[in-house]
T-cell receptor, first 113, second 110 residues
């Protein structure tokens, strides 16, 4: 498995502000993934972050709203910009490890007022 | 069209019995299948992966895959109260993306 940490673990933010979530992995990985899990829903992939290139966004997610950085092989950030209450969700980063399996960080629980 | 479907539950199973969780998927080109367990307020934890038709056993857990029927299941033998959680079925599709179902809430009755 992988040891993945996220900061912050939770936050309460005001409408119109931005929050940057950090994800740190204990070893180098090629790809890191950002997911959103809205209340009562399953996980939805926001984007895939590769080191040294632009993130690849899924349908319905755009870079202006969810800018991503991937400065090295163990770290990534996701920013939720110009937040609205609809952005209240749990945000999770994950990585692929050996044998095609994906492991998740502990998540960031975001509430937007 | 939903890509990975699960019954949302809750599924209530007496302690000590077998819990059976089911999942269907739409992309026939999918090759990798996963079961995650998610406790309330926690992130998903990988418990089983399966890649070929048939059964794969790991302790009290057995994953079953039938690619012809596009069906994946998870059996939990000797269910314990600590097994109470939401179980997410996930499929890596032909685009190499992992798609998650909405999960089945399992409640083990003491």
């Amino acid at each position: 498995s992988a040891v993945i940490s996220q900061k912050p673990s939770r936050d309460i933010c005001q409408r119109g502000t931005s929050l940057t979530i950090q994800c740190q992995v204990d070893s180098q990985v090629t790809m890191m993934f950002w997911y959103r899990q809205q209340p009562g829903q399953s996980l939805t992939l926001i984007a895939t972050a590769n080191q040294g290139s632009e993130a690849t966004y899924e349908s319905g997610f755009v870079i202006d709203k969810f800018p991503i950085s991937r400065p090295n092989l163990t770290f990534s950030t996701l920013t939720v910009s110009n937040m609205s209450p609809e952005d209240s969700s749990i945000y999770l980063c994950s990585v692929d490890r050996a044998v095609n399996e994906q492991f998740f960080g502990p998540g960031t629980r975001l509430t937007v007022l | 069209q939903k890509e990975v479907e699960q019954n949302s539950g809750p599924l209530s199973v007496p302690e000590g019995a077998i819990a059976s969780l089911n999942c269907t998927y739409s992309d026939r080109g999918s090759q990798s299948f996963f079961w995650y367990r998610q406790y309330s307020g926690k992130s998903p934890e990988l418990i089983m992966s399966i890649y070929s038709n048939g059964d794969k056993e790991d302790g009290r857990f057995t994953a079953q895959l039938n690619k012809a029927s596009q069906y994946v299941s998870l059996l939990i033998r000797d269910s314990q109260p600590s097994d109470s959680a939401t179980y997410l079925c996930a499929v890596r599709n032909r685009d190499d993306k992992i798609i998650f179902g909405k999960g089945t809430r399992l409640h083990i009755l003491p």
